[in-house]
């Protein structure tokens, strides 16, 4: 495992990892967890767009948020007072996705096995049976797996 730092707004990805070792010939996951939130479409779509290109078999796994656009007054108050927390701590949420619309761009792109993992998908995979109750904090979070073809 390699942890490269990038911005991936201004420096190309496969450049970056190349000089930090990557073979393209070879198959790679990419977890790419925390970070899809804060870029520019143009920014995710060449992430995607190169990581698509890697050999067959290469995975991608990363979180996104919700479009809130759908959400009534309940649910939109809370997303937008946590989403005005966040801009004041200097790292304001730009990039959201509607999950069908996403799993059309992943799977025309070329991805196959495009997978998607809502809150409780999450919460019956990974936290059930905790004694803690920890469970996914917000129902606007997501993780998307998808796989080359």
Not at 5 to 18: K, Y
Not at 56 to 69: Q, R
Not at 72 to 97: K, N, Q
């Amino acid at each position: 495992m390699v942890f490269v730092p990038i911005d991936f707004e201004r420096q190309g990805l496969r450049e970056t990892l190349e000089a930090a070792g990557l073979d393209t010939r070879s198959r790679v996951l990419f977890s790419w967890l925390g970070g899809t939130a804060y870029l520019g479409r143009e920014a995710f779509d060449n992430v995607v767009g190169f990581i698509v290109s890697l050999p067959a078999g290469t995975g991608l796994v990363f979180d996104y948020n919700l479009d809130p656009s759908p959400l009534d007054r309940s649910d939109r108050d809370p997303y937008d007072r946590m989403l005005a927390r966040i801009a004041a701590a200097g790292e304001p949420f730009r990039l959201c996705f509607e999950t069908p619309a996403l799993v059309r761009d992943l799977t025309a792109l070329g991805f196959r096995q495009v997978e998607d993992f809502g809150p409780q998908e999450l919460d019956a995979r990974y936290f059930a049976g905790r004694a803690d109750g920890l469970r996914i904090a917000s129902s606007m979070a997501h993780v998307m797996r998808a796989w080359t073809a």
